[in-house]
Nanobody, 124 residues
Framework: QVQLVESGGGLVQAGGSLRLSCAAS????????MGWFRQAPGKEREFVAT????????YYADSVKGRFTISRDNAKNTVYLQMNSLKPEDTAVYYC?????????????????WGQGTQVTVSS
């Protein structure tokens, strides 16, 4: 069982930056692939970024590539999402998720554990 708690969301102006954190419980965090997803009002949840257990592989949605960076610190059981050059269309609730399957995954069904989410609002 893995419990995930996101933090770092907030209100920021367009062009600004935020860093989200996701703290995980459990001694097996380092074996999980981690991902970030987001859900904007009235829209379905969508993939943002994923990182393998060793940090050797990452993958991003086209909409955030070059602006967002996913990273992890297995010693701290934490995964991060650095978000730069934020746009109003990045406004959403951001969720972190953990997958027990080796590799990197963009599909929600590959993830078994989810956090409660943190709100990110980007004003124009």
């Amino acid at each position: 069982q893995v419990q995930l708690v996101e933090s770092g969301g907030g209100l920021v102006q367009a062009g600004g930056s935020l860093r989200l954190s996701c703290a995980a419980s459990g001694r097996t965090f380092s074996t999980y692939t981690m991902g970030w997803f987001r859900q904007a009002p009235g829209k379905e949840r969508e993939f943002v970024a994923t990182i393998s257990w060793s940090s050797s592989s990452t993958y991003y949605a086209d909409s955030v590539k070059g602006r967002f960076t996913i990273s992890r610190d297995n010693a701290k059981n934490t995964v991060y999402l650095q978000m730069n050059s934020l746009k109003p269309e990045d406004t959403a609730v951001y969720y972190c998720a953990a997958s027990p399957y080796a590799g990197i995954w963009s599909r929600e069904r590959s993830y078994e554990y989810w956090g409660q989410g943190t709100q990110v609002t980007v004003s124009s």
